[in-house]
């Protein structure tokens, strides 16, 4: 999806596939701009993600219980 010629048919099967079935969490999504903002040519790159990808997927808030869910160590 980001590369300068990406393979036409996973951006096919990107728009085939409702935006409620792809989902990333707001932690990523901070994650990701963190890191491209650390690297050169980072300010082109997140808005090629703005506009070709997060438009795409769901973004899931995460509070403390989300986070806390499915960790195995944690005992309440």
Do not use: Y
């Not at 989902?23 to 050169?40: P, Q, W």
């Not at 703005?50 to 509070?63: C, F, K, M, N, Q």
Request: with cysteine.
């Amino acid at each position: 999806m980001l590369k300068k010629r990406p393979v036409e048919s996973i951006v096919e099967r990107f728009d085939q596939i409702s935006r409620s079935a792809l989902c990333t969490s707001s932690v990523v999504a901070v994650d990701l701009r963190f890191g491209i903002k650390r690297i050169k040519g980072g300010s082109a790159l997140w808005q090629r993600i703005e506009r070709d990808l997060l438009p795409r997927v769901e973004i899931l808030s995460l509070g403390a219980e989300e986070a806390l869910l499915n960790d195995p160590d944690w005992s309440q």
